[in-house]
């Protein structure tokens, strides 16, 4: 089978055969039929700090995935063969814990499998595993609530996920976006305001910032800007270090909290609302061919939404 993969920091990712894996136990053999492109796999490629991360090396990059199971072992008991499920990348991430979805099969355990609701497109099935997921994980990890004022910091991959759950949370959205062009899109999804910078939402009240750029300027921004009492979620890892005013923080006694991935629960529920058509992502697929280029144009931030590979 055809893959394409990670070597080491600063290396292309070379395009290779692989002998096909093998279903054993409680696991299962899937056919990749969609795998999207994330900013964390250009950070692999870019910042040595990710390898303390990867269990072995090459590896076949690529966390969010979903497929067709193609092969079950002997003691796997709630799926079967033809079923389509997506593959929640918290407990063995794919990518780093095993051979990942830029591959054209993958071998999971049955525990990591989330059913795709029937007819839905398999494209966003697999930006549910890890967009989707991320951007629900994190306005639960914000201890979300309804009629609370809600900023969002970045439209990208993650953000336009979550700028549309914000309003399915039954939360008022505010959106900061430093790419003008993107501001019409924020206001169909809900806006209330889209400004440049998040400081620039200092006098909106809001009570929850969510950050999903990381470039750290984002998050001091967040914290100057959040209301007193208010709560920041730092998902973004833009840049691994950051310089932030503590005063604020301080007085303002704001708490500021990480957010990485989710639960199996928040991608079901994200693949839920796609499927009643409440939320509907910006993707853009590619062929397998392409992922190189496309993480090109991640890592120069050219792309506008999520970008997908279709097998």
């Given amino acids: 089978m055809k893959a394409w993969s990670f070597t080491g920091t600063h290396d292309p990712l070379v395009a290779v055969e692989k002998p096909e894996p093998v279903a054993s136990g409680n696991r299962v053999k899937i056919a990749v039929k969609a795998a999207g492109l994330c900013h964390t796999d250009v950070g692999v490629l870019e910042d040595e700090k990710w390898l303390a991360n990867i ?9 969010e995935v979903a497929g ?3 092969e079950i072992g002997p003691d796997v008991k ?3 063969v033809g079923d389509r499920v997506a593959i929640w990348p918290m407990l063995e991430t794919p990518g780093f814990a095993i051979d990942g979805g830029f ?3 993958i071998v999971t355990t049955e525990d990591a499998l989330v059913p795709v609701p029937e007819g839905m497109p398999i494209e966003r099935a697999a930006a549910a595993t890890d967009a989707g997921m991320t951007s629900q994980g994190a306005l639960v990890r914000g201890g979300i609530q309804p009629g609370e004022k809600v900023g969002i910091v970045g439209l990208g991959g993650l953000g336009q996920f979550a700028a549309q759950l914000v309003v399915l949370n039954g939360a008022e959205l505010y959106v900061a976006e430093i790419k003008e062009e993107n501001w019409d899109y924020a206001r169909s999804l809900g806006a209330k305001k889209v400004v440049k910078d998040v ?3 200092t006098d ?3 009570s929850l910032i969510v950050d999903f750029a990381g470039f750290g300027t984002t998050t001091a921004g967040a914290i100057e800007a959040v209301a007193p009492g208010g709560r920041v979620v730092l998902v973004g890892m833009g840049k691994l270090e950051a310089v932030i005013n503590t005063y604020p923080m301080i007085i303002k006694k704001v708490d500021l909290r990480g957010s990485n991935g989710g639960s199996k629960e928040d991608i079901a529920t994200v693949l839920d609302w796609m499927a009643q058509g409440k939320l509907v992502p910006k993707l853009e697929t590619i062929s397998w061919e392409e992922i190189p280029a496309g993480l090109e144009r991640l890592a120069k931030g050219e792309v506008d939404g999520r970008l997908v590979c279709v097998y």
């Fill in 55 to 63: 269990a072995r090396l090459p590896i076949t990059m690529g966390h």
């Fill in 68 to 70: 067709e199971i193609e």
């Fill in 78 to 80: 709630n799926f079967k």
């Fill in 103 to 105: 591959g054209e099969k």
């Fill in 199 to 201: 400081t620039e939402l």
């Fill in 204 to 206: 909106e009240g809001l």
